[in-house]
């Protein structure tokens, strides 16, 4: 589907905030500095933190598994100071179980996941075309709170599919809980309750 800008300076931004606010499973992309290595992780605790101008929060494992970092992904976004954030429905939910269950040092996370980069507009991180909307992020501070390291990061680019917006709002298609993958239903697939 094709992609359409989203006004992030315009009267809709509030709306973005809220949509961002409702406890949604999100795919975080993000890649080193050389580009060479591309990371995606899935994350649920992501939530908007200011309306203006609009800043969003994102929670991210930082702890040590032996040798290996336990959230790779963290250090990719830890050196560059960036993230994609992109916004999947349900039909994604596999995409979304391979891709919180593999490291992005091990494998091709979009590979595996059968999904596809895209390239953004004002980050090096690659977006991941199959989400309905992708916001470009750039971290503006971060703090340690015990094994996760919280980034708080201003967006600076955002696209959607081109019916996420219908007169001016969301449409039902995206702002409806039941067409969004929520961290039950992925705790429920992983057998963790």
Same mark, same amino acid.
């Given at each position: 589907?094709?992609?359409?800008?989203?006004?992030?300076?315009?009267?809709?931004?509030?709306?973005?905030?809220?949509?961002?606010?409702?406890?949604?499973?999100?795919?975080?992309?993000?890649?080193?500095?050389?580009?060479?290595?591309?990371?995606?992780?899935?994350?649920?605790?992501?939530?908007?933190?200011?309306?203006?101008?609009?800043?969003?929060?994102?929670?991210?494992?930082?702890?040590?598994?032996?040798?290996?970092?336990?959230?790779?992904?963290?250090?990719?976004? /830890?050196?560059?100071? #960036?993230? =994609? +954030?992109?916004?999947? &429905?349900?039909?994604?939910?596999? $995409?979304? @179980?391979?891709?919180?269950?593999?490291?992005?040092?091990?494998? /091709?996370?979009?590979? #595996?996941? =059968? +999904?596809?980069?895209? &390239?953004?507009?004002?980050?090096? $991180?690659? @977006?991941?075309?199959?989400?309905?909307?992708?916001?470009?992020?750039?971290?503006?501070?971060?703090?340690?709170?015990?094994?996760? &390291?919280?980034?708080?990061?201003?967006?600076?680019?955002?696209?959607?599919?081109?019916?996420?917006?219908?007169?001016?709002?969301?449409?039902?298609?995206?702002?409806?809980?039941?067409?969004?993958?929520?961290?039950?239903?992925?705790?429920?697939?992983?057998?963790?309750?």
């Amino acid at each position: 589907m094709k992609k359409t800008e989203f006004d992030l300076n315009g009267p809709d931004t509030i709306k973005l905030s809220w949509l961002l606010s409702n406890g949604q499973v999100f795919m975080l992309s993000c890649t080193n500095a050389d580009k060479t290595i591309n990371g995606i992780i899935t994350a649920c605790w992501i939530t908007p933190t200011s309306h203006d101008p609009l800043l969003l929060t994102a929670s991210i494992g930082n702890g040590e598994e032996g040798t290996e970092a336990y959230r790779f992904c963290h250090s990719l976004i /830890n050196e560059t100071k #960036e993230f =994609g +954030l992109n916004i999947p &429905t349900t039909e994604l939910t596999e $995409a979304i @179980l391979k891709v919180g269950t593999t490291h992005s040092n091990v494998v /091709n996370k979009f590979s #595996e996941a =059968g +999904l596809t980069p895209m &390239t953004g507009k004002k980050i090096s $991180a690659p @977006l991941i075309k199959e989400c309905f909307m992708n916001i470009e992020c750039k971290v503006i501070i971060s703090y340690i709170t015990g094994d996760h &390291t919280v980034f708080v990061a201003k967006p600076v680019a955002a696209f959607m599919d081109e019916d996420v917006m219908v007169n001016g709002k969301f449409s039902d298609k995206y702002h409806d809980k039941k067409n969004q993958v929520q961290i039950c239903d992925l705790i429920t697939k992983w057998n963790m309750w």
